[in-house]
């Protein structure tokens, strides 16, 4: 029962198998205000990612369950979920890597709006992304290539690779408690034209950002930095962000 | 389970606001007071006598130093502030109704000016030599201050 390779000899290419529980934190508006926890048993493989779970259980348990889901690879930034405790995407995440001999639990993503099961209400997450002006700003006409050095592009390297999971921001302790907090997604995404060298909107972006509600919010706990699935150093942006506001200039 | 987060956010006023300078704040107060409690510890409780040698006459003979009555002043300004800064981070944080965080807020603000008004009083009006009385109970404490008073 516990793998596929107890009885018969083990073959080559054979990939084990293993049962493990998932405890998904179910919510139905339609039915009851509360949210519950529901065990489901799935028979996984080693190759399996939490995203293949939940696949199999919509599919073969319970069609009703809602999540998000677009690639399935780790590049859209749809499936952000917390996982054990931790935020991550469920297509990332192999099941293997955790420990299968206890309930894995899934809930979502803390800090937003439940909607159903899995599914929140990014709005105010992408409202805040909005808020930053995340398109260059740029005085003269494009006329011809904005040239950029090899240096000047690694400058803002890091913060180039966000998804807009939110899995950074649902983890910060400031944004569970208040909602109007800009985030370090939003930051991160400020940084990464703050110091683009061919970008011209530096000073309105910092002047948004040194807001209440602002990067004066962040504590500094890197509670972001080691939930994103991309591994930006979300802290070292935010602060890079704060010492830019407190010079006055990228 | 759910939270309700209202949006978008409304910027007040633009450019200028307490809380950058609130956060500079807080990281030159932080890295002064590590020098001035430290440097208080050290001379409170390992130089000379160590901490046997802290008495009424100590403290007396501290504060009749302006270099000592500066440092504390300095340390108990700051930390308040500190300390009391810290604070309304953390009630703007966790107060949801605004009246609440409002009056908590203020209520900080009042606790700490009172206790920087006190501090600084103790601190500067501090006189050891009161009357004959109070004199008699110096002596039982430490020579030194008696002395001190007594001019002797």
């Known amino acids: 029962m516990a793998t596929a390779t107890t009885e018969a000899p083990v073959e080559i290419g054979v990939i084990p198998s293993f049962d493990v529980t998932i405890r998904v934190r179910r919510f139905n508006p339609e039915v009851s205000e509360e949210s519950t926890w529901q065990d489901f048993h799935v028979t996984m493989y080693g190759t399996d990612r939490v995203l293949d779970a939940l696949h199999k259980i919509k599919w073969e348990h319970d069609g009703s369950l809602t999540f998000r889901r677009s690639c399935a690879h780790g590049v859209c930034g749809s499936d952000a979920m917390r996982i054990n405790g931790r935020n991550r995407l469920a297509c990332k995440t192999l099941i293997k890597d955790l420990n299968i001999n206890e309930p894995i639990t899934v809930e979502p993503i803390k800090g937003l709006e439940v909607e159903k099961d899995l599914v929140v209400d990014m709005n105010p997450f992408y409202q805040a992304y909005r808020d930053i002006k995340p398109f260059l700003i740029a005085n003269d006409k494009p006329e011809k290539e904005r040239l950029q050095s090899a240096e000047q592009r690694a400058r803002f390297d890091d913060t180039t690779k966000c998804i807009l999971c939110a899995a950074c921001t649902t983890s910060c302790p400031v944004f569970w408690t208040d909602g109007q907090y800009f985030g370090p997604a939003a930051i991160v995404n400020a940084h990464r034209f703050i110091f683009d060298s061919r970008d011209e909107g530096a000073e309105v972006r910092l002047d948004i950002l040194n807001d209440k509600e602002g990067v004066w919010r962040c504590r500094t706990t890197f509670n972001c930095t080691e939930a994103c699935p991309r591994g930006i150093q979300v802290t070292r942006a935010v602060a890079e962000v704060k010492q830019a506001i407190l010079r006055g200039r990228a | ?152």
Not at chain 2, 74 to 90: C, D, E, K, S
Not at chain 2, 119 to 130: D, E, M, V, W, Y
Request: aromatic letters at 12%.
């Open chain 2, 1 to 152: 389970m759910s939270v309700v987060i209202e949006t978008p956010r409304s910027r007040k006023r633009p450019g200028f606001n307490l809380e950058k300078y609130g956060w500079m704040y807080m990281r030159l107060s932080g890295v002064l007071l590590i020098i001035l409690i430290f440097g208080h510890l050290f001379a409170n409780l390992m130089v000379g006598e160590g901490i046997h040698a802290i008495n009424f006459a100590f403290v007396a003979g501290k504060w009749a130093s302006p270099f000592w009555q500066v440092w504390d002043v300095t340390m108990l300004v700051l930390a308040l502030i500190h300390g009391t800064n810290g604070m309304r981070t953390l009630v703007n944080d966790y107060a949801e109704v605004e009246w609440i965080r409002r009056t908590l807020v203020w209520l900080l603000w009042i606790v700490c000016a009172t206790l920087i008004v006190i501090g600084i009083l103790a601190l500067t009006t501090f006189t050891p030599c009161g009357d004959a009385s109070s004199l008699a109970t110096l002596a039982k404490d430490g020579a030194n201050v008696a002395s001190l008073c007594t001019g002797k």
